[in-house]
């Protein structure tokens, strides 16, 4: 059976990490599967929005497959895998090929931690169920988070919760992390599939270039000036009207109706 299932509905696919035994960590193969799909997701223009989770209650993703990954560091000494890792590999680590420019959620049903944390981070939204427990517990083990974490986090909580999280590894709770605003929601745990997907399809309804548009800008004025940012964004907004969604939106405001977009 695959190590990742992906279920297609409604424009929403729905990628679930499927090792539970494992706690739905992921080693090499599973990793490559993953990204593989994450392009294709990219690249479909009938995929909308995406969903992931992990198989079971227990856990979303408890990130690497330590076991796995120690084999290949151990019998991969060489100056080739070290480029395949930092140049290749490495850019993203296993949340490479996550900069996707549609809408993303975790559903997290249990543990997120380390690499499983940066999955979810990687994400535009995550919902949780009410067992689910965060952390980043890198430290404890020898190294630090290289997922993206460190990038990632701090724009999503800030810097404090950001720095109380990656120095202790200590895991967090549902509703402490529903407090710094690293959860959208709280959703009970036999409900969150559900409320999720029905989460994904409204947005698969919305309007795909505002959307990839509205993610591009948000990903490019963190880095920029105030000025240089709002400038983005208007660029931006003349840019979508030229497109024939804004007038097909137009036309369904003024009928009453619900828009049919095309990503055109």
Not at 38 to 46: A, G, I, L, N, V
Not at 129 to 158: M, T, Y
Request: with cysteine.
């Amino acid at each position: 059976m695959s190590n990742i299932i992906v279920e297609k509905a409604d424009g929403v696919w729905l990628l679930t990490i499927n090792r539970p035994t494992k706690m739905n960590s992921l080693d090499f193969e599973s990793h490559y599967q993953l990204v593989k799909i994450w392009q294709e997701f990219s690249k479909d223009s009938s995929a909308k929005v995406g969903v992931i989770t992990g198989a079971g209650e227990d856990a979303f993703c408890a990130g690497a497959d330590l076991k796995t990954y120690t084999m290949n560091f151990a019998s991969r000494k060489t100056n080739e895998f070290r480029d395949e890792f930092v140049n290749g590999f490495g850019l993203g680590g296993i949340t490479r090929g996550l900069q996707i420019d549609k809408p993303l959620i975790a559903a997290i049903n249990g543990y997120a931690v380390s690499g499983g944390l940066e999955i979810a981070l990687a994400c535009d939204l995550r919902f949780c169920s009410e067992n689910a427990e965060f952390g980043l517990q890198d430290v404890k083990w020898g190294f630090h988070a290289c997922d993206g974490a460190l990038v990632r986090l701090p724009h999503i909580v800030g810097m404090g919760a950001t720095m109380e999280m990656v120095l202790s590894g200590d895991l967090i709770t549902a509703e402490h992390a529903y407090r710094i605003n690293l959860v959208n929601k709280v959703i009970p745990r036999d409900h969150l599939l559900k409320e999720t997907l029905k989460y994904a399809k409204m947005l698969a309804t919305r309007a795909p270039l505002a959307v990839k548009y509205a993610k591009q800008t948000l990903r490019s004025a963190i880095s920029m000036s105030i000025e240089d940012a709002l400038k983005h964004e208007v660029r931006s907004f003349y840019d979508l009207g030229q497109s024939e969604d804004l007038a097909e939106g137009t036309r369904a405001f003024s009928e009453r109706r619900e828009a049919k977009f095309q990503g055109k």
